[in-house]
């Protein structure tokens, strides 16, 4: 381990390529870091090592403890709220519950949908003069639209939250006394049917919590990756073209674009040691916060060969952008719909589509947990 701390998040360039440190950070399997919180933090490094912390009982999401590291100087409830227990077996009980009602089907059945949603996204992204910025055009309104029609949150109410905490907080609340006196066909009134039929197994307050996180959740992680994904086939022509050529190979380049993705970083991820850990023969105290760096996962050696070349035509990409273990992410079966279809939109009806300006011109944002590209400005 080196002796100084380096900072983390690391800076991302100005340009559609990942922070320099990823090239070699696992060097080491375990690197000091100090957060934006002044606090210090462990990374796990390499991609087993990962896999594995993310199932070790003694690596936990709950860091409402005494002295436990912190993200920000300004505790987020977005990532920590003392109400809900993040680790097994409550967190346990909460996925299986809402397993019930965000299943495989429901999510499948959103693809013509999602498919209509897209469609008339790019039709009216074409009737604009270009440059335009995608992510506010095209990403965020397609992901939008779709979690909450997901949800059943009325088109009207859309604007209420968008970037509100607070106001997502209260609308929450007004929404589930709506559908619980009159439930529709929609995942807040299966939630609430958990919650009402199973002699309140999901509390109200976990009712209330996870359905702010599923609407804020659903919607800009997926259009972050989506506008990225799209910035890093623009500027790979050669990959763009053969995708252009043959459709077909559109899921195995979402999976090779989510594990390239060059927006995100995991310091949500944080977690709290409480018990002494050996991680690739290094020993993490107790009380230690531990950050399993999924971005350095997604390019190690060991498990993807030639990592930091970006291929579409990748077989077998076990990568670890939605996590793994008990916390692999819920939604992950939704945000790969979205970006094949939008993807798949995207190439066939703007086959020149490209970006507006140098990708070095290209910023990311200034906060450490607001992810992403400024803006992907696009012409054709």
């Keep these: 381990m080196q002796p100084l701390p380096l900072r983390f998040p690391f800076a991302w360039p100005r340009a559609a390529e990942p922070p320099v440190e990823l090239a070699t950070l696992r060097e080491e399997p375990v690197v000091r870091v100090t957060l934006p919180s002044g606090d210090e933090a462990f990374l796990v490094t390499r991609y087993e090592d990962i896999r594995r912390v993310l199932s070790d009982p003694r690596v936990s999401r709950n860091r409402d403890r005494p002295g436990a590291p912190r993200m920000t100087e300004q505790k987020t409830k977005v990532f920590q709220n003392p109400r809900i227990d993040r680790d097994p077996p409550e967190h346990t009980r909460m996925r299986r519950l809402m397993a019930k009602a965000f299943t495989a089907t429901r999510v499948e059945a959103l693809r013509p949908h999602v498919r209509q949603v897209a469609e008339e996204l790019v039709t009216d992204l074409l009737k604009q003069s270009p440059p335009v910025d995608l992510h506010e055009a095209f990403a965020v309104p397609l992901t939008l639209q779709v979690i909450c029609g997901l949800l059943g949150v009325p088109p009207e109410d859309q604007a209420r939250f968008r970037g509100s905490l607070g106001e997502a907080w209260q609308y929450m609340g007004e929404l589930i006394e709506g559908k619980r006196r009159d439930p529709g066909d929609d995942l807040i009134s299966a939630l609430i049917g958990v919650h009402d039929e199973d002699d309140g197994r999901l509390s109200a307050h976990e009712l209330h919590v996870w359905c702010v996180i599923l609407l804020l959740a659903g919607f800009e992680t997926t259009a972050t990756q989506l506008g990225s994904g799209t910035v890093l086939l623009l500027t790979h022509p050669d ?71 970006l291929d579409i035509t990748r077989k077998n990409n076990q990568h670890l952008v939605f996590s793994a273990g008990p916390h692999f992410c819920m939604g992950a079966a939704l945000a790969r719909l979205e970006l094949q279809v939008a993807l798949e939109a995207l190439i066939r009806k703007v086959p020149t589509l490209r970006l507006a300006v140098p990708p070095s011109v290209l910023r990311h944002h200034d906060s450490p947990l607001d992810l992403g590209l400024r803006e992907v400005p696009v012409a054709w």
């Design 239 to 309: 990959q763009l073209e053969r995708l252009r050529e043959d459709p077909g190979l559109i899921p195995d380049a979402v999976e090779e674009l989510l594990r390239c993705q060059i927006a995100g970083h995991s310091l949500s991820m944080l977690r709290y040691v409480t018990d002494d850990i050996e991680v690739g023969g290094v020993t993490i105290p107790r009380g230690s916060g531990l950050i399993p760096i999924l971005e350095s996962a997604n390019f190690d050696e060991s498990v993807f060969p030639d990592p930091m070349r």
